[in-house]
């Protein structure tokens, strides 16, 4: 349902771009969550199904943006001057009803994209 592209390994203070394509036509809000080894899932960022409403992690904000095109029924999170922490599993999700930004609220998941950032 839900397929990741992108990622990969930058140095820190670089950019990256993660894509997450859904398969099916629906009204799904979409988050952004990451997993660094040895850690939770953590929420990094979600856009509503309108895409007039965005959230973000304190940790991401002014430095990560997500974004989605209807038209390519495709969520997009652009990363910019990353840092080493940011390194993880990232994971795209997607939902039906009240915009939120806890995981356990998601009904559908990717298959992780992963975002190395060296020092």
């Known amino acids: 349902l839900l397929v990741e592209s992108g990622g990969g390994l930058v140095q820190a203070g670089g950019s990256l771009r993660v894509s997450c394509t859904v398969s099916i036509r629906a009204e799904f809000d979409m988050g952004w969550f990451r997993q660094a080894p040895g850690k939770g899932r953590e929420f990094v960022a979600a856009?509503?199904?309108?895409?007039?409403?965005?959230l973000y992690a304190d940790s991401v904000k002014g430095r990560f943006t997500i974004s989605r095109d209807s038209t390519e029924n495709t969520v997009y999170l652009q990363m910019n001057s990353l840092k080493p922490e940011d390194t993880a599993l990232y994971y795209c999700?997607?939902?039906?009803?009240?915009?939120?930004?806890?995981?356990?609220?998601?009904?559908?998941w990717g298959q992780g994209a992963q975002v190395t950032v060296a020092s």
């Open positions: 999700a997607a939902k039906n009803g009240a915009f939120t930004t806890s995981g356990r609220d998601y009904d559908y």
């Open positions: 856009i509503s199904w309108r895409g007039d409403r965005a």
